[in-house]
């Protein structure tokens, strides 16, 4: 289920999200990047303008097709839930990022998609969402504490994470991820940080 779907959020181009601007130095100049269910593109079109070299992967392919021209992008028109991963085998990212999207199957693609010494920012809607409209579906709302729990298994290093509700631009519940996979040599160990609401 993308934002695209859910009434009051937008998925279209506009400012990218301030979790993923509060994260995004820990993504080089060149770094390589996976946007995942990216929709109209806000956060390929952001990073690409920075220099990273996106992938931006969605179903809809007239949205991608907004960005086939732009430098640094390269867009890939898949069905991530009806059809297998479809990135090769082995491929990794210096950064991937989703938001507003929840799909609990690929969570492993997801994860296995981060580089050593990269980073996954995720955001995207937790229960409680259901007080405030779509989505309200417990299928597209993250249980408590459910992306923290992902990283942990995946052996990622969390930075940080929160399960806030956010006023605007509508309420919603949310939770938010920042974690990193080790780099050769680094310790792997799982450091938790959690910070308030910004």
């Excluded at 593109?41 to 179903?59: F, K, S, Y």
């Excluded at 995720?122 to 409680?128: D, I, K, M, P, S």
């Amino acid at each position: 289920m993308t934002d695209a779907a859910v009434p009051g959020t937008t998925h279209g181009v506009g400012a990218p999200s301030p979790w993923l601007v509060r994260w995004a130095h820990l993504i080089a100049p060149g770094a390589r990047v996976l946007d995942l269910a990216c929709g109209h593109g806000r956060h390929t079109r952001w990073l690409a303008a920075r220099g990273a070299h996106v992938t931006a992967v969605d179903r809809d392919e007239a949205a991608l097709a907004t960005m086939s021209m732009l430098e640094n992008v390269t867009t890939l028109a898949a069905d991530l839930e009806g059809a297998p991963w479809p990135l090769a085998e082995g491929a990794t990212f210096d950064a991937v990022i989703v938001t507003n999207y929840l799909h609990r199957p690929l969570f492993p693609h997801i994860a296995a998609s981060v580089a050593p010494g990269g980073v996954l920012i995720y955001e995207t809607f937790a229960r409680g969402n259901e007080r405030y409209g779509k989505p309200s579906n417990p299928l597209f709302l993250l249980a408590p504490g459910e992306l923290l729990d992902a990283a942990r298994t995946a052996d990622l290093r969390v930075t940080a994470f929160e399960d806030v509700t956010l006023p605007a631009p509508r309420a919603a519940c949310v939770q938010r991820l920042c974690a990193m996979r080790a780099a050769p040599g680094e310790n792997p160990g799982i450091a938790a940080l959690y910070e308030p609401a910004a």
